[in-house]
């Protein structure tokens, strides 16, 4: 009787490992939507080398690999940094002579040592000074890396955390208005705590995040209760942003098993939950986007998930209800008054594959924000045997995303984190990077093309983070902002991209900044940088009209 219960066990389990294998398979080989896009819209790319190959310790570390775009020296051109892991050193490339090189000595870019893991970074300017700053999270907290004249010089900053939780992903902002950043921490469980991957019900399971309010002189402490903002959930990441246009800084936070949460800043040092699509349902919503996808002067939000890789009924974990569960892509598009609407179906993305992070940016300059995808998953033994291509998604007039990667040339056959995208050879088109996990990160120059562009550059100041900029031409408004925190335990860069197709004019450029001042600067210069850092950095709360002559930097 014994080997017969044996002999059945041994074929479920069989089945099982085939239905899994099934799964992967299918989604290594699909391409989910028959979609076509014309050859003229799809952005062509040639790679370039960049020497770096994250190091992973499984038993320890979260499998997340942190990056940054940071420019160092202020010429308008972006260094990287990459978060190294345990017994491994972080290190910082900048684009010469058609390549990457380590410029980690150059830039005094200390050593954290062996046992400790960078998990999460972010660019700002601390410390006012004109240069931007790094923050690091890693199992013993933050560490500021102070950037002077193009050298770093760290300092280890008191950090509110429970000994149970790690910091994972990063972002910053003024939230009250006070002239310094304030800090919100994701965090997630020691790896050595974690139980599971699929627990949701379990409401006592998981870390807690922190925001830091920053009482000055290098000084932050824990607001994260008398907020509102306290819960027990493994997060990987949050943003800092004004949703509903009051000019307060609202936020966006990321739960792993669990839901995207959206908080509204009331002012007063308080935030207040909104309902949205996914509010008391459950998903996977790992990676962030941050843009204004359709154009309509409103952030939105997509959000990655588990996708069509696994069995629902294995992925669905411990949930009673499955009617609660949602494995597809999201997108939320924002209607206003914190109003939200997934439009994943709509635009042709809920049907992709497991997913990390995730970035909008308009990559063909067509005036039209496409989507980076990082997929793979380095502790899932089946994407050992079947990799997926990692997504590179090019918004169509329409409104729905075209999958481009092979023809792009920039699948990606590593285990991905998450892309970073900055015109690293300044043609006015954006370069990508695939940040890799246990694996080579991958660098690509975008071979350009004939459209127009405008590049407005805000720097890192305490007045940049979060600030919107809306572009105006004869037929179309852009809007983008200038968010940290984008992707997944990553930071996007602070040259903000604005295709403009084959409009040769642009009528305004309007910045509105953190502490409420408003740049406005009529008939810019097209296919030119138009550099803000120094207005932006101004104190003095006032309308300031800027001569374009004084900022341009034509190309």
């Not at 004109?130 to 950090?159: H, M, Q, S, W």
């Not at 009331?266 to 207040?272: E, M």
């Not at 996977?284 to 843009?291: D, E, K």
């Not at 043609?427 to 996990?437: K, P, Q, R």
């Amino acid at each position: 009787m014994l080997k017969k219960i044996l002999k059945y066990t041994g074929i479920v389990i069989l089945l099982l490992v085939v239905l899994v294998l099934g799964f992967f398979w299918r989604d290594s080989v699909s391409d989910k939507y028959n979609i076509t896009i014309e050859d003229s819209k799809i952005p062509l790319f040639e790679d370039v080398v960049i020497d770096f190959k994250h190091q992973y310790n499984g038993d320890k570390s979260l499998p997340i690999a942190p990056s940054a775009l940071i420019d160092i020296d202020n010429d308008n051109i972006d260094e990287v940094f990459f978060g190294g892991g345990m017994f491994q050193e972080d290190a910082i490339f900048a684009y010469r002579d058609n390549k990457f090189v380590d410029i980690s000595s150059e830039v005094n870019l200390q050593k954290k040592g062996s046992t400790l893991t960078t998990v999460g970074v972010v660019s700002a300017d601390f410390d006012n000074n004109g240069f931007t700053d790094v923050l690091l999270g890693r199992e013993d907290g933050l560490t500021i890396y102070y950037n002077t004249d193009g050298k770093f010089t760290a300092k280890k900053i008191d950090t509110p955390i429970n000994e149970k939780s790690t910091p994972a992903g990063l972002t910053v902002g003024d939230i009250d208005k006070d002239g310094d950043l304030d800090i919100f921490m994701a965090t997630y469980l020691k790896k050595e705590l974690m139980e599971g991957q699929t627990i949701f019900e379990d409401y006592t399971y998981g870390s807690t995040s922190e925001l830091l309010l920053n009482t000055g002189n290098e000084n932050f402490v824990s607001i994260t209760k008398e907020a509102g903002l306290d819960y027990v959930h493994n997060t990987f990441q949050g943003v800092l942003v004004d949703i509903d246009n009051d000019s307060w800084l609202d936020l966006v936070v990321v739960h792993d098993t669990g839901e995207a949460r959206t908080y509204k800043n009331n002012g007063d040092l308080t935030y207040t939950m909104k309902p949205n699509p996914l509010t008391k349902k459950f998903a996977y919503p790992m990676g962030l986007a941050v843009g204004d996808y359709n154009n309509d002067g409103l952030v939105d939000f997509m959000f990655s998930n588990t996708g069509s890789t696994l069995p629902r009924a294995i992925a669905k974990g411990d949930i009673k209800d499955a009617s609660l569960f949602n494995e597809k892509w999201i997108l939320f598009k924002n209607e206003g008054n914190f109003k939200f609407t997934d439009t994943a179906e709509e635009t042709k993305i809920a049907d992709y594959e497991f997913s990390w992070g995730c970035t909008f940016a308009d990559m063909n300059n067509d005036g039209l924000q496409d989507l980076m995808v990082a997929e793979n998953y380095v502790d899932f033994a089946p994407n050992k045997l079947f990799k997926l291509p990692s997504r590179f998604l090019v918004q169509k007039e329409d409104g729905t995303f075209a999958p481009t990667e092979e023809k792009s040339g920039v699948v990606n056959p590593y285990y991905a984190i998450t892309s970073l995208v900055s015109d690293f050879n300044q043609d006015g088109y954006l370069d990508m990077i695939w940040v890799n996990i246990d694996s080579p990160s991958l660098a690509y120059i975008n071979k350009g093309g004939t459209n127009n562009y405008l590049q407005v550059d805000l720097g890192e100041s305490v007045n940049a983070q979060g600030a919107k900029v809306t572009v105006t031409t004869p037929t179309r408004t852009l809007t983008d902002w200038l968010v940290s925190g984008e992707g997944l335990a990553s930071d996007q860069t602070a040259l903000l991209q604005f295709g403009l197709g084959k409009e040769s004019t642009v009528l305004n450029i309007k910045v509105l900044l953190a502490d409420n001042r408003e740049i406005s600067i009529d008939n810019p210069k097209i296919n030119s940088v138009i550099d803000l850092k120094p207005q932006v950095k101004v104190q003095v709360a006032q309308e300031i009209d800027v001569d374009t002559e004084t900022i341009e930097e034509s190309k």
